[in-house]
């Protein structure tokens, strides 16, 4: 049952109520019903509907209250708490109405709790023990969903690749049906007949395969939606949970890992509702992401390279000779000639230690975390990396009047950020303006989605400016000044250049205006941009014209589990001006040398500039743009040490490879999108010789002899850097955007391809998760279905796309939301090497479809 | 040309200066917008527009006293009242046209004979909230009903009735006709408001109110077909006039649909107050029991309301006499049994059609009507059991009251009341396994 006995906490000055509930007066802010009053203090009301993050429906009827001055019973989910109400939670009256519902619900329940995997955990059985009779008056044949003639009381409907419904166990209390439609905006379940045979079912010709569809089987009360996941595999009650975070998404959404003593796995994943961040809802993403953790596919033991070969080798020597090739590489060249990668969703121990090692042993500034971004500049001081360290505040999203998207396809990048504004949109009449250069599932809450041209997208920011300042939205200083700063540009032209029309670019500019609190998000078309600081300066400019900062939240969202405590404990080569001097003060000293970023060490190891380079958790290969330039890098190296949890295109060309944990074999923490710290806990031992990241980095220092410091130095050092305020103010002046004009198009080619992430997969580890990759297992492109129908594509061919530098085939989705010509294709399937297609140095990516005949 | 033939007090309304429903209903031509205007219609419509404000509309409505005729007699004008005046949102108004409770038939004959004067009274409560689309939600069923308001709106758009700047006054006022999936439920008011959006008919827990939060989440009235035709005569003929038909409580004509065993079934206009006696025995009405039998007894206000046995039938047909005797006016139809009928059998006819009909959204009704009829269906084929009764009162209780919408509450009552009524009878069928009454049908 959900709890929600969690208090909000609210700032503003409320009115409040105060009613009488069993004889203890409770006041309450008004608007809050009766149950929540209960709730918050502590009078158990039982309920079956309701949801505490869902709109009250009064179907199930348990929650009766007997109200005094009311002559029937009341639903206390959705009656309104008022000044000097008396209400009774436990009168004889009150009794009897729930012994009736639960009779009810009984009559044609099949009551198989013995093999129902929802036992121990389920509210039917829980509410039927404390209220129901313990006799059935019902003497008629139970009906049932399920084969003519059958006596088995399973129904085991398969509505989705995960999902299995049995309609005999369901009690129609509709909070999967109100979850997809309310929170997810999701219609691929819905309800079906009436009366007594009503029932909950996929809609016609769907799948339940939404992104978050995971979350409707969390919710459902009783067995009637189990997934694959957990179905028939232990009892609930045999297992413990212990707390944990996603570590695919940026939010650090709150989860439980359930495990057993005697076996070293574990069993799934929950929510662990926490307001502030997720609001109890998981992604798919983040609920199945765990199964990479069981994988029989993990790298066992280290593996070294011999006579070409890579063959099993203890952790002693595998050590032994990172140590004597890096040694080698700096005595010849210089320790400068050996770099690092660290995957983001390292924990802040790991990520910290890799930086130090680095710094203070190698004495090398060629660190870095960003392995999808392409042509990075050198960062600390750009207008790009203050918007990236700007605070912002998930729940903040909540109550703005303006969500505004810019350069996002926030559904698959932000999936909980999608949700959180889709809640502002539905619950508290928000106003969703997207901004993209591609139509994106968030448009059917959308006032506005405004699709710009690829490419423009500085052009379409600097438009909304032009806007406001033509229809005198902003004071005449302001519009004076950056009208200066962007002349020539004119409203029409900027218009035409970009694609939106001027009447929409005017309506994205009142919005901006006439907010009175805005949340306003940047994604990764902006922030993977090789354009990302011109466009991120038109961003400043828009922040400053229209006060956006002084209403609300501007930021670009970190993407990763851990890129917020990358970029504060100074993982990348040149970090935040404070964090790099409180880094100098701690360790008494800081590498003076040149520093590279991810893209410039790849290239110098094409220059055999750098030798010797060591990767952890990241796979370049899959994911930077430009694979054969990465590969043709890295296969120059001296020397390559890759540890990763299962075998990937790095490892496999790698040196040394070195098995490594999952977060969930660790204590970690992990900082998210906001900059908050949370503790990921150890769930399960280390599988096989895995080990922690900074227990490699550990070990390795070891054998140079030296010592990054005991752990509890670590962790005070760590906790210096982050009650650092490194957050950098964006500019305060207006900026001149220059106007890129397009690199060359080759020839022929005309599509601009985006390289996404499927909506259940993140990065390159999720295809090791069996339902994750139930739901997506291979690359395949998505299309509007326009341009399919001009290039004669159906749903399912299999498509030739070529660059200008490479080609892959995949089939062929047709998604009729998408209307422009774009290309989209998901990332995550090692089988498709969908970065071969991409050139670091081009600012859009242009690719040429067409039908392979079989 | 009707498409169907109904019998009706048509001709009686037409020399009446107080009957004004059914004044055309018998005049073929009625449906056709020449024919409506040279009776005087659309007059009220352009006096609302010319001369009238919303509020002004609203304060004559509710002094008029009119009630809704849909079945729950809530007062027209208070309730049209009930939106909020400084909303920023759209403000809606539907016809609740979705007529389908077993007997009652009237508001298909307004549709049929007179759409001109549901557009008419449509119009004039949108304007008095402040509505500028409204919709009129028709049974799916309704085939006809649908063609001729389907015609009239088309009709009335083209004379400026309806459309951009209507006559001149800057109101714009759009109309569209909305065909029903087929189910009971959706005439309950948020179920159809529900329907409407392209949600399943299910209905919504109150408060909101639709008046507050309905269609799209805006201040919303559904009003059914009688009620907003009887506005345009309240506006043409003024609040005080319209007081002096019926009774104190009980203002105005009602449209009264008889069906069952009558000599004369068909839908009659009376002021609210007239005689139920005379209704069910007078030869300009119902004109007595079919075959001369004796009457058993009647539901006065539709499937959903309680029987009245014959000793119960002087009374008089209007919202308060009903309810003291324990019944209620309902939607007006007032279905007749004879000596002959067996009332289990009354009964599981009845029980059906409401488990067919719940919506399946609330745990009493959606899992009690089907209990109810597994009981019932059993005492009829004559397996009845001992302790039946006392089961069925005891389900209806757990029922009655506890429900999200009133369909709970209307498919127990009947069966509460015929088990008070004649529980001998209910006794009989358990304990014999038969009827006790000779139960002879011509229509089954
Ligand atoms: C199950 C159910 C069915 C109903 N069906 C109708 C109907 O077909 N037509 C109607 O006007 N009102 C119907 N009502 C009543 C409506 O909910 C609502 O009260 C009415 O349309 C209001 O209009 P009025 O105030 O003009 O009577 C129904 C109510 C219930 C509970
Ligand atoms: S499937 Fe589960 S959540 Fe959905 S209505 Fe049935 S019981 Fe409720
Ligand atoms: S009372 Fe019946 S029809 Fe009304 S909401 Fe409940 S289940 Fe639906
Ligand atoms: S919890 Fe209140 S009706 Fe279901």
Redo the contacts with the bound molecule.
């Keep these: 049952m959900a709890d929600d006995t969690r208090k909000k906490t609210t700032t503003k000055a409320v009115a409040t109520v105060t009613l009488t509930i069993d004889g203890k007066s409770i006041t309450v802010p008004k608007g809050t019903t009766v ?1 929540e009053a209960a709730l918050q203090n502590g009078i158990h ?6 949801h505490p993050k869902l709109k ?9 209250v007997e109200i005094e001055k009311m002559a029937k019973l009341q ?4 009656t309104e708490a008022v000044e000097g109400m008396v209400v009774h939670t436990d009168s004889d009256n009150v009794k009897q109405g729930r012994r009736a519902i639960i009779e009810f619900i009984l009559l044609n329940h099949p009551l198989d709790c013995p093999t129902c995997d929802k036992g121990g955990e389920c509210d039917l059985q829980n509410l039927t023990f404390e209220h129901g009779y313990d006799d059935s008056r019902f003497d008629f044949r139970k009906s049932r969903f399920v084969d003519e003639g059958s006596t088995s009381t399973f129904d085991d409907v398969r509505i989705g690749p995960e999902i299995v419904l049995n309609r005999n166990r369901c009690i129609l ?1 509709y909070k999967c049906v109100r979850a997809n439609k309310e929170a997810f905006g999701e219609y691929d379940l819905g309800a079906y007949e009436r009366g007594n045979i009503t029932q909950i079912n996929s809609a016609p010709g769907e799948k339940v395969d939404n992104p978050f569809s995971g979350n409707l089987v969390e919710i459902c009360p009783v067995g009637a939606l189990t997934n694959s996941d957990w179905r028939y595999k232990i009892r609930v009650w045999l297992t413990k949970t212990t707390p944990s975070l996603c570590n695919f998404t940026s939010s650090g959404t709150n989860t439980l890992f359930y495990k057993e003593d005697h076996q070293n796995k574990i069993f799934r994943t929950t929510s662990r509702r926490n307001d502030d961040i997720d609001d109890g809802w998981l992604p798919d993403v983040t609920r199945y992401g765990y199964q990479i953790v069981n994988s029989p596919d993990r790298l066992r033991v280290p593996l070294i390279k011999k006579e070409g070969k890579q063959v099993e080798a203890t952790w002693d020597e595998a050590l032994d000779l990172i140590h004597k090739h890096f040694t080698e590489i700096s005595d010849k060249m210089g320790s400068v000639c050996i770099g690092g990668l660290a995957s983001p969703s390292l924990d802040n121990k790991s990520l910290y230690a890799f930086s130090k090692f680095f710094r203070t042993v190698l004495n090398s500034n060629n660190v870095d975390f960003r392995s999808d971004y392409r042509m990075l500049p050198p960062d600390a001081e750009t207008v790009f990396s203050r918007l990236c360290s700007r605070p912002f505040k998930i729940a903040d999203i909540d109550d703005s009047d303006v969500v505004f998207v810019f350069g996002s396809d926030l559904l698959r990048e932000h999936p909980n950020e999608y949700l959180r504004m889709r809640k502002a949109c539905n619950f508290n009449n928000a106003r969703v303006f997207v901004v993209n250069p591609y139509a994106t599932k968030a448009a059917d809450i959308a006032a506005l989605e405004a699709v710009y041209k690829v490419g423009s997208d500085e052009q379409a920011i600097n438009g909304i400016c032009l806007a406001a300042i033509d229809d005198n939205l902003v004071s005449g200083p302001k519009a004076k000044a950056l009208a200066e700063k962007l002349s020539p540009l004119t409203l029409p032209e900027t218009s035409k250049a970009c694609g939106i029309t001027v009447d929409d670019l005017r309506i994205l500019a009142r919005a901006l205006a006439e907010s009175r609190k805005i949340s306003f998000m940047c994604g990764e078309i902006v922030t993977r941009s090789k354009e990302r600081e011109t466009i991120t300066t038109a961003v400043s400019n828009l922040n400053l014209l229209f006060g956006l900062e002084n209403k609300g939240q501007v930021a670009s969202l970190a993407r990763y589990a851990n890129s917020g405590g990358a970029c504060k404990l100074g993982v990348q080569p040149s970090p935040a001006p404070a964090v790099k001097d409180k880094l100098k003060e701690i360790w008494g000293g800081y590498p003076e040398c040149e520093p590279h970023n991810t893209d410039s060490m790849l290239a110098l190891m094409k220059k055999e500039e750098v030798a010797g380079f060591f990767v952890i958790g990241a796979n370049p290969i899959m994911l930077h743009p430009d694979r054969q330039f990465v590969r043709e890098g890295l296969e120059k190296l001296d020397f390559l040490v890759a540890c990763d949890l299962f075998e990937s295109e790095t490892t496999e060309i790698a040196d040394v490879v070195l098995p490594l944990c999952s977060w969930a074999e660790y204590d970690g923490e992990y900082v998210n999108l906001e900059g908050r710290s949370q503790r990921a806990e150890r769930a399960v031992k280390p599988m096989f010789e895995s080990r922690p990241g900074c227990e490699i980095i550990k070990l390795i220092t070891a054998k140079y002899e030296k010592s990054l410091g005991e752990d509890e130095q670590l962790t005070s050092e760590i906790q210096q850097l982050l009650d650092l305020d490194s957050a950098l103010p964006l500019p305060t002046e207006f900026m001149a955007v220059k106007v890129v004009v397009e690199d060359k198009q080759d020839e022929g080619f005309e599509i601009p391809l985006f390289v996404t992430d499927d909506p259940h997969h993140c990065g390159h580890l999720t295809e090791k998760s069996p339902s994750l990759t139930s739901f997506a297992d291979d690359a395949y492109l998505e299309i509007g279905p326009d341009l399919a129908e001009r290039l004669k594509l159906k749903e399912g061919d299999n498509v030739r796309v070529e660059s200008p530098v490479g080609k892959v085939i995949v089939p062929a989705r047709i998604s009729e939301h998408i209307e422009n010509d774009v290309v989209l294709i998901p990332r995550n399937f090692s089988s498709t090497p969908i970065t071969s297609l991409l050139m670091r140095k081009k600012r859009i990516d242009r690719v040429t479809l067409s039908k392979v005949d079989s | 040309m009707f498409y169907s033939p109904v019998i009706t007090n048509g001709s009686e309304a037409a020399a009446s200066d107080k009957l004004h429903l059914f004044k055309y209903v018998e005049d073929s031509e009625q449906y056709k917008l020449m024919t409506f205007e040279s009776h005087g219609g659309y007059k009220a419509w352009k006096k609302v527009l010319t001369e009238m404000q919303p509020q002004q509309v609203i304060d004559e409505v509710k002094n008029s006293g009119l009630r809704g005729r849909g079945g729950a007699g809530f007062p027209t004008g208070m309730k049209w009242g009930f939106v909020p005046k400084d909303s920023s949102k759209p403000r809606y108004l539907c016809c609740n046209a979705d007529e389908s409770e077993p007997g009652t038939c009237k508001d298909r004959v307004l549709m049929e004979r007179d759409p001109h004067g549901v557009i008419e009274g449509m119009a004039i409560g949108a304007y008095a909230i402040g509505c500028h689309t409204m919709f009129i939600y028709i049974r799916g069923e309704f085939n006809h009903c649908i063609d001729r308001m389907e015609q009239a709106v088309e009709e009335a758009y083209a004379k400026g009735h309806l459309g951009k700047n209507i006559h001149g006054s800057g109101y714009d006022l759009d109309m569209i006709v909305h065909t029903g999936g087929g189910a009971y439920i959706c005439g309950e008011e948020t179920a159809l408001l529900n329907s409407l959006e392209g949600e399943r008919g299910m209905s919504r ?1 109150r408060p909101p109110f639709p008046a507050i939060e309905g269609l799209y989440a805006c201040p919303t009235i559904v009003n059914n077909v009688e009620s907003l035709a009887a506005v345009p005569h309240i506006i043409n003929r003024g609040a005080e006039w319209y007081r002096t038909l019926g009774t104190e409580k009980s203002a105005g004509t009602k449209l009264f649909s008889l069906s069952g065993h009558v000599k004369r079934p068909g839908n009659y206009e009376v002021e609210l107050g007239f005689s139920l006696k005379k209704l069910l025995y007078d030869p300009a009405y119902g004109g007595g029991i079919l075959g001369d039998k004796k009457l058993k007894g009647v539901i006065p206000g539709g499937a959903s309301t309680p029987f009245l046995t014959p000793e119960m039938i002087d009374v008089n047909l209007d919202y308060e006499s009903l309810t003291a005797v324990g019944s209620m006016l309902g939607s007006g139809a007032v279905i007749v049994f004879d000596e002959d009928t067996c009332i289990v059998w009354v009964i599981q006819k009845l029980i059906q059609f409401f488990k067919h009909e719940s919506c399946g959204k ?2 009493p009704c959606r899992e009690g009507t089907g209990w109810l009829k597994q009981i019932i269906d059993r005492i009829e084929a004559g397996g009845g059991q001992p302790g039946d009764i006392e089961k069925i009162e005891e389900i209806c209780g757990n029922i009655l009251g506890r429900t999200i919408c009133p369909l709970g509450d209307a498919a127990v009552m009947p069966i509460q009341s015929s088990i008070r009524l004649w529980r001998e009878e209910w006794q009989y069928h358990i304990e014999h396994g038969k009827c006790m009454v000779k139960t002879e049908f011509p229509f089954k």
């Design positions: 149950l009301i039982p309920t079956f509907c309701w009250s429906v009064g179907a199930c009827r348990m929650c009766y639903v206390s989910c959705a209390c | 827990i609330c745990t």
